[in-house]
């Protein structure tokens, strides 16, 4: 059984779980096994620790039930110690006649899930089982999706053939295989934040969790006590205890989105506290130490910012070990149809279509557009189209109207000037006009637009034919 569906089957429902009980005694043994049995558990039974073993290595075990006294000078305690280095995730639960706080933090040492004394209750018995269970169902779910999310952000999963994505590939690599600090400088909508997890979950931290937070979204006062927490009663509102995002990033990443935004008072707290790996909460007398990993991302020109006098010089220093400059679409224009049909296929699935396609002309418009707003925005592009196309092929005039009028020079080999793509546009749409002799009904035909496209665009485009205007062809 694969691990997918055993964390399927386990996280579905406990019932069916394997249960190892081992307990010298005949009859509390056979107990057991009758109420766990009546719970839907397939139970195996052993009298002693050999049995046991011999079992735990023949079975796939997910639970064991073990007497903290097997006789015969044997412990519970090192069977369970066993059982868990043979498999980690096995959940261990000790019975014990004379329960102590010694023997308790033993057993939890020892990697037991709980302890239950003699005599127990039934209730008691299937409520410890049940949540046992239940965490090692939690486990297992975090466990992939963990592994879910190191294979959605791979490298190989930012879509790009170019040599500038493949340039920042190879950063991305030897960066990933480093704890320094990150600083990731791109224009806004190039995907900033995608690149920061991709170093993360390739990172040895991986196992541990990033946390983002948008520096430029939050007041001074809130985004302080986002980064380093507060106790309780330390301002109004303040009515239990917070962990910071420094705190709870600890062992993994905190990702400053837009660190440009912050203010400098924060700047000179975020400073100290990274300086010191460690913080105060708001309101409290004690710091908090932490260990994290921080990647920083901005679309300003913090040097510039610094010389302003709107950025710590000091800052700068820290988060910029290891700067990584994401370009924009427009200097990766090979990459847009590989982007773009990414998209298509992204969001076909999400409102129930399939099989869709650009058009030649769609896909001219969007190799021309100079994008702004980058990858962002082409993605916005393409899920406009695929909600408005009234086809499986996406046209031109399914795309937003700023694509079919925007301006971009484009020299050819020779170093000519190219037309524009409103120049085209407008050449072709009166070569067709011209051609069913003004009749536009058989021209949106033609050109595969609705009428009402073509009117906008002969208004837009303020064509006339023959000298004649726009609204003589009309007439």
């Known amino acids: 059984m694969s691990e997918e569906q055993t964390w399927s089957s386990s996280s579905s429902s406990t019932a069916g779980a394997r249960l190892l009980v081992v307990e010298d005694e005949e009859l509390m043994r056979m107990i057991l096994g009758q109420i766990?049995?009546?719970?839907?558990?397939?139970?195996?039974?052993?009298?002693?620790?050999?049995?046991?073993?011999?079992?735990?290595?023949r079975e796939q075990i997910d639970l064991a039930i073990i007497d903290v006294n097997l006789g015969g000078g044997a412990s519970g305690l090192e069977l369970l110690g066993w059982l868990r280095e043979m498999d980690p995730e096995v959940m261990g639960i000790i019975l014990t006649a004379y329960a102590s706080v010694e023997s308790a933090v033993d057993a939890l040492h020892k990697g037991a899930y709980d302890y239950i004394t003699k005599p127990f209750a039934n209730d008691h018995?299937?409520?410890?089982?049940?949540?046992?269970?239940?965490?090692?169902?939690?486990?297992?779910?975090?466990?992939?999706?963990?592994?879910?999310?190191?294979?959605?952000?791979?490298?190989?999963?930012?879509?790009?053939?170019?040599?500038?994505?493949?340039?920042?590939?190879?950063?991305?690599?030897?960066?990933?295989?480093?704890?320094?600090?990150?600083?990731?400088?791109?224009?806004?909508?190039?995907?900033?934040?995608?690149?920061?997890?991709?170093?993360?979950?390739?990172?040895?931290?991986?196992?541990?969790?990033?946390?983002?937070?948008?520096?430029?979204?939050?007041?001074?006062?809130?985004?302080?006590?986002?980064?380093?927490?507060?106790?309780?009663?330390?301002?109004?509102?303040?009515?239990?205890?917070?962990?910071?995002?420094?705190?709870?990033a600890d062992k993994g990443t905190l990702f400053l989105d837009e660190i440009g935004e912050m203010p400098l008072a924060l700047q000179v707290k975020l400073l100290r506290a990274l300086q010191e790996r460690e913080c105060y909460p708001v309101g409290a007398n004690d710091p908090v130490s932490f260990d994290v990993r921080i990647i920083s991302a901005t679309n300003r020109d913090l040097e510039k910012e610094v010389k302003a006098g709107r950025f710590r010089e000091e800052l700068l220093y820290r988060i910029n070990v290891i700067t990584i400059h994401v370009p924009p679409l427009r200097e990766r224009r090979e990459d847009i149809p590989l982007l773009a049909n990414h998209f298509l296929r992204k969001f076909e699935k999400q409102v129930g279509r399939s099989g869709m396609r650009f058009s030649k002309g769609a896909m001219r418009l969007l190799m021309?557009?100079?994008?702004?707003?980058?990858?962002?925005?082409?993605?916005?592009?393409?899920?406009?189209?695929?909600?408005?196309?009234?086809?499986?092929?996406?046209?031109?005039?399914?795309?937003?109207?700023?694509?079919?009028?925007?301006?971009?020079?484009?020299?050819?080999?020779?170093?000519?000037?190219?037309?524009?793509?409103?120049?085209?546009?407008?050449?072709?749409?009166?070569?067709?006009?011209?051609?069913?002799?003004?009749?536009?009904?058989?021209?949106?035909?033609?050109?595969?637009?609705?009428?009402?496209?073509?009117?906008?665009?002969?208004?837009?485009?303020?064509?006339?034919?023959?000298?004649?205007?726009?609204?003589?062809?009309?007439?």
């Open 368 to 475: 021309n557009y100079h994008w702004p707003g980058n990858v962002r925005e082409l993605e916005n592009a393409v899920e406009r189209a695929v909600i408005l196309a009234e086809t499986d092929v996406i046209h031109s005039h399914d795309l937003p109207e700023k694509l079919q009028s925007s301006s971009v020079v484009v020299t050819d080999d020779s170093g000519g000037v190219e037309p524009t793509l409103e120049e085209v546009e407008r050449e072709h749409i009166k070569r067709v006009l011209r051609k069913v002799e003004g009749d536009k009904a058989k021209a949106a035909r033609v050109l595969g637009i609705h009428l009402s496209t073509l009117y906008r665009k002969l208004q837009r485009l303020k064509i006339e034919e023959g000298g004649e205007s726009e609204s003589a062809l009309q007439a």
């Open 125 to 248: 018995l299937k409520a410890v089982v049940r949540n046992a269970l239940a965490q090692k169902s939690l486990f297992r779910e975090n466990r992939f999706l963990r592994r879910e999310l190191r294979e959605k952000y791979r490298f190989e999963n930012i879509i790009g053939n170019s040599d500038a994505i493949q340039q920042l590939f190879r950063v991305m690599e030897k960066v990933a295989r480093s704890d320094s600090s990150v600083l990731i400088v791109g224009e806004s909508g190039t995907g900033k934040e995608l690149i920061a997890r991709a170093i993360h979950f390739s990172s040895e931290r991986s196992n541990n969790r990033f946390l983002p937070i948008n520096c430029g979204a939050l007041p001074e006062t809130l985004l302080e006590s986002e980064l380093f927490g507060y106790k309780r009663g330390a301002f109004t509102g303040a009515t239990q205890d917070k962990v910071g995002l420094l705190k709870a």
């Open 36 to 57: 766990l049995r009546s719970e839907g558990y397939e139970v195996f039974e052993a009298h002693d620790a050999q049995v046991a073993r011999q079992i735990f290595e």
